[in-house]
């Protein structure tokens, strides 16, 4: 195309710059959040994964285990192979800082076998100290971030949890070779066992392989050797389970940034389709005079790619800001947990900003496509006749694409029952999609239909704006697409969200029974209780008594993070939210005399397990044969987590320590003295000591910080929406002030004018909510029973919140015929003596 | 003349014939001036007036102020000197919504581009003024096609717009214009977006229902041909009204 035709499409985008800038910030939102969410993930990823390969070294591969280890025997037996060059022993454990949140990383090694293998992990001592500063069972060195995270006023001490009691270090040296982010602590090996309670006990071997073995070879060689529930593996591995474990959340964030990007598409085509409508007899004298189909079509691509191109490039400059923003405030974190406590940088990615560029233009061009192909099926005779703009108002998009819709809605249904696809509901997405498309498609005939259901009025400002809509259905695509879309996305989010948030407290309800609790640390940190504090526990005035959970890792599936172990007691019947099978823990029908496991709904998704089937557990390095007895709902633990019990753990593994206590006092007992005297016995530094209705408010603000995030979005894309009404009434006016003028000669007053449109824009978004109300309920379906499942593995009851539904469907309606009105005020306050004048 | 008052004369269903020498519109020394600047007159001194049941056109070159009178007539445009008066209400210091409503009882309108809604079938068209007057359902229906069948498209009530000819879409706009039964009906061009076949139909049509309805008619045109069939024919000046044909009588 040349350039003087380029300027003049170009330059119609600069003729109508509210809705160009409206469509363009649409775009750069969508972009900018979707790249946004990318970068903060990406970065968060590398650094995590950057600190894990610095940990590693030279390794070829790596032992691992859950963080409750196993005998240091296999590295002796290991390190005599053949196969094997160095081994590096390795026990790691999260240090709970007493007082402090979070815990630190605290890496127990050899210091002769470290030089070999993992030289970033050498301590350096400062120079006052002596040279082997680092075989002292005392000390410890610390990177440069744990200085900053673990150290309070005592610099040269510091201070770890260690069960309930608590351990000092000097602090004899640094760690220079950890990563910038990097928060931990390195220790002798032996020390590290002492001090924590792990005697005899490693969480790792790094092993390089002797020359000539092949990392297979010695993966097939060395692992019959290995106990049950250890893992040979090379140490790019970890950095795979965090990128697996978080990406599920990391993609659900994304497809919100897509329907903002998509709702951006829908405001291109309101702009363009009524830009095009407006310009018919200028496209028809182009026409006329010469101009073949082809290059108008291309001309008015154009249009919607240099708006998308505009868009995405403003994204760009914006996600890159919301992201710098996000490192600088929350870390590496987008509100899920996973990488709490990274603080990862900026990076620039060529390719990351040439595709979001490359969205941003794909949305305006998709925008544009509808309406440029519209423009060139036109005849140029009839296109030059006076009203071929309004007819085409009347005649564009009439039809409901009846068969289209139905397509789109069997394929949604049969996209729901698509398995994922590696770890993402794919099927989901898509299905969301496809409900969005079905949406708009019967949008034309839902406002017919509702004008045939409304046909009530007998005011003249009804019947005109009831004679428009029902005559001009295709008014409502061009308004209401970005209506149905927003108002779907923003009420499949609030049921989602409600149902979330009310299964979450009802669950709560259920797995916090007792009057207090009691917790030292979780999972895989170092505090803990031992038979003595579980006595003083006992012991302590108004308890009537106590049960104790044992929380502990095992791997079950390679490549997978690790499972949680819950050693508990169960035939109590409290605290296991059952969705199938029973809490009893004989069974009629059992006749395999195995002891029960309870599976939580993930680990029995990813295990592919139900009640009656087999289970085996590592425990001890031995594997163990248990039946699964039931499954229940956990919205803790998204690894999974198993449930056995208390004794048969014992019994097992030997292990006596206890994480959490939960106590039920004596009847009569103020819960609130029994907490006191339980802080007297332990320190409050040491010991959580909370009762279920703090953990429960806890827990709930948690929630609503983590999906504050959504909220955001969805605001977003309801302004967009709004925006489309506000366009759309606002270059209808203006195509129509000859409609207007002619009303105000028959003897219509201003005002009426104005509740005439403000009529017809309360009516568009009343039909465009009610569509998207009821697409938005099949989104949020999806979301709940596919999406959810799919990614979290975690089921949730449907619990719809009428109400606030209801105030915000009219709240919207009232605010979109306040917008229509005030955008088409220009149509009002103009002369009606001009406007009777042109020949529309 | 209130709406009361309007109603009262004008029983409902029958076409009252007013005194031809009953004066319905009557404008004295009305003067306009464009706030240009510097300020431009555009005219002066005009003076005029129009019985029941007569009909008179105004002619002129472009950019004298043919349209500008007529919308003052209408009282869309303020005047800037002189009185008008319709029936016995003087347009002069009447509020925007006054007018609205003087407009609604007591003007009908037919425009050169016809302005005919799209999304409204024929009968709903022309039954629009009769809605704004308050009047709804089966009485509102009845006068509508009765006054369709008047301009000949009785059977095509429930046609849509778009399935009409020009000529017949300016039938639907005289059809509107009269069917509240106006005192004065205006007609900017009526003919100008017509071949002349068609055109001097519609026109006698127009200036027909005119003079049956008693309504003074006021036409603006170009057309000599046109202007010819009203009663009487000014031409407007910058110096005022200078009535150039009489009465065919």
Same mark, same amino acid.
């Given at each position: ?346 990076? &620039?990615?060529?390719?990351?900003? =040439?595709? %979001?560029? *490359?969205?941003?233009? #794909?949305?305006?061009? /998709?925008?544009?496509? +509808? $309406? ?48 994922? &696809?590696?770890?993402?509901?794919? =099927?989901? %997405?898509? *299905?969301?999609?496809? #409900?969005?498309?079905? /949406?708009?498609?019967? +949008? $034309? ?70 009057? +207090? ?324 | ?249």
């Amino acid at each position: 195309m040349n350039p003087a035709l380029v300027r003049l499409f170009a330059a119609s985008l600069g003729r109508r710059r509210l809705a160009t800038a409206l469509a363009l910030f649409a775009i750069a939102l969508g972009v900018a959040l979707g790249l946004a969410v990318q970068l903060i993930h990406e970065a968060a990823l590398d650094e995590f994964g950057r600190g894990m390969r610095e940990l590693a070294g030279e390794a070829d591969l790596q032992v691992r285990s859950g963080r409750v280890g196993f005998d240091e025997q296999l590295y002796l037996t290991l390190a005599l192979r053949p196969e094997i060059a160095e081994a590096s022993p390795v026990l790691e454990l999260d240090a709970r800082l007493p007082g402090r949140a979070g815990t630190l990383r605290i890496l127990g090694i050899d210091l002769f076998r470290v030089a070999h293998v993992q030289p970033a992990l050498m301590p350096v001592a400062d120079d006052r100290d002596a040279r082997f500063a680092g075989l002292q069972p005392d000390t410890i060195f610390l990177s440069a971030a744990a200085q900053d995270k673990a150290m309070g006023k005592g610099r040269g001490v510091l201070r770890v949890q260690s069960g309930v009691k608590v351990v000092a270090f000097r602090v004899a040296g640094t760690v220079p070779g950890a990563g910038v982010g990097q928060a931990l602590g390195v220790m002798d090996i032996a020390a590290a066992q002492e001090a924590f309670g792990q005697v005899g006990r490693l969480t790792r071997i790094d092993l390089k392989l002797a020359p000539g073995v092949s990392r297979e070879q010695a993966v097939t060689r060395l692992s019959p050797l290995l106990p049950a529930g250890i893992s040979l593996s090379q140490p790019e591995a970890s950095g795979t389970e965090a990128a697996a474990l978080s990406r599920a959340y990391r993609v659900n964030l994304t497809m919100l940034a897509a329907i903002a990007l998509l709702t951006g598409g829908f405001l291109v085509f309101s702009t363009q389709w009524l830009s095009v409508v407006r310009r018919r007899r200028e496209f028809a004298l182009f026409r006329a005079l010469g101009m073949n189909r082809g290059t108008l079509l291309r001309g008015l691509l154009l249009e919607g790619a240099i708006t998308g191109l505009a868009g995405g490039l403003a994204g760009i400059a914006l996600g890159h800001l919301f992201a710098a923003l996000a490192f600088r405030l929350i870390g590496g974190d987008l509100g899920a947990g996973y990488f709490e406590g990274l603080r990862p940088s900026l990076q &620039f990615s060529p390719g990351v900003i =040439g595709f %979001y560029t *490359a969205l941003g233009v #794909a949305a305006g061009i /998709a925008g544009a496509w +509808l $309406p440029a192909h519209d423009a060139t099926l036109m005849g140029p005779a009839s296109g030059l006749k006076a009203g071929a703009a309004e007819a085409a108002v009347l005649g564009g998009m009439k039809e409901s694409r009846g068969r289209g819709a139905l397509a789109c809605f069997g394929l949604g249904l049969f996209a729901c029952l698509l398995p994922p &696809f590696g770890g993402i509901p794919v =099927g989901g %997405y898509v *299905a969301v999609a496809l #409900a969005l498309a079905c /949406a708009v498609m019967v +949008l $034309p005939w839902a406002t017919r239909f509702s004008m045939q259901v409304l046909n009530v009025g007998r005011g003249v400002v009804w019947r005109l704006a009831h004679a428009r809509l029902a005559a001009a259905p295709g008014q409502a695509v061009v308004a209401g697409a970005g209506v149905v879309a927003s108002v779907a996305l923003a009420v499949s989010m609030a049921i989602m969200v409600s149902s979330f948030r009310v299964s979450v407290d009802d669950w709560l309800g259920t797995v916090l029974p007792a009057d +207090l609790y009691l917790r030292a640390s979780s999972a895989g940190a170092s505090g803990f209780f031992d038979a003595d504090a579980l006595k003083l526990v006992e012991n302590t005035p108004g308890v009537a008594f106590i049960d104790t959970v044992r929380a502990t890792e095992v791997r079950l599936i390679d490549g997978r993070p690790p499972v949680t172990l819950i050693a508990r007691e169960v035939s109590r019947g409290w605290g296991l939210p059952l969705v199938s099978g029973s809490l009893s823990a004989h069974q009629r029908d059992d006749s395999t005399g195995l002891p029960p496991a309870w599976l939580s709904e993930a680990a029995a998704d990813m295990l592919q397990l139900a009640p009656g089937s087999t289970l085996s557990l590592p425990i001890a390095g031995r594997m163990n044969l248990f039946r699964v007895a039931g499954v229940w709902r956990d919205y803790a633990r998204q690894n999974g987590a198993v449930v056995i019990g208390r004794d048969v753990y014992r019994q097992l593994s030997g292990d006596l320590k206890v994480n959490d206590v939960a106590i039920r006092v004596v009847a009569g007992t103020s819960v609130d003295e029994v907490a006191l005297a339980l802080r007297e016995v332990f320190s409050d530094d040491l010991v959580d000591i909370a009762m279920p209705g703090e953990i429960r408010k806890l827990s709930l603000e948690i929630f609503d910080r983590t999906f504050l995030v959504t909220y955001l979005m969805e605001a977003v894309a309801i302004m967009i929406g709004l925006f489309g009404i506000a366009s759309t009434f606002a270059a209808l006016s203006t195509a129509r002030k000859g409609e207007f003028g002619m009303l105000r000669h028959l003897g219509m007053t201003r005002a009426e004018i104005g509740r005439l449109i403000a009529l017809e824009g309360g009516l568009t978004a009343a039909v465009g909510v009610g569509v998207g109300v009821v697409a938005g309920g099949g989104i949020a379906w999806i979301l709940i029973e596919v999406v959810n499942r799919q990614s979290f593995h975690w089921s949730m009851d449907i619990h719809v919140p009428y109400a606030g539904l209801a105030a915000f469907s009219l709240g919207l309606v009232v605010l979109a015929a306040m917008v229509a009105r005030v955008a088409g005020y220009r149509a009002m306050r103009q002369s009606a003596v001009l406007a009777v004048r042109e020949d529309w | 003349m209130t709406r009361a008052e309007y109603k009262r004369r004008r029983p409902s269903g029958t076409f009252r014939v007013y005194d031809s020498l009953e004066s319905m519109l009557k404008i004295a020394q009305l003067g306009k001036t464009l706030a240009t600047a510097p300020p431009r007159k555009l005219f002066e001194l005009l003076s005029m007036e129009v019985g029941a049941g007569e009909c008179v056109a105004i002619i002129g070159e472009s950019g004298v102020g043919k349209s500008t009178l007529l919308n003052c007539l209408a009282g869309l445009e303020p005047v800037s000197s002189g009185s008008i008066r319709v029936g016995d209400t003087e347009l002069a210091g009447l509020g925007d919504d006054a007018l609205s409503q003087l407009r609604r009882d007591c003007f009908g309108f037919v425009f050169q581009a016809f302005h005919v809604l799209p999304h409204l079938t024929l009968l709903q068209n022309v039954a629009v003024p009769l809605w704004l007057q308050g009047r709804h359902g089966a009485e509102a229906d009845r006068c509508a096609q009765h006054m369709l069948e008047r301009v000949g498209l009785g059977t095509r009530a429930h046609d849509w717009p778009r399935e009409l000819s020009g000529g017949e879409l300016q039938r639907v706009a005289i059809a509107r214009a009269l069917v509240h039964r106006p005192i004065v009906v205006l007609a900017d061009e009526p003919t100008g977006n017509l071949d002349p076949a068609r055109a001097m139909d519609v026109l006698d049509l127009l200036l027909s229902s005119i003079r049956d309805g008693g309504a003074a008619g006021v036409l603006v045109t170009h057309s000599h041909a046109a202007a010819r069939r009203a009663d009487r024919v000014f031409e407007l000046r910058q110096d005022g009204l200078v009535q150039v044909m009489a009465a065919a009588q």
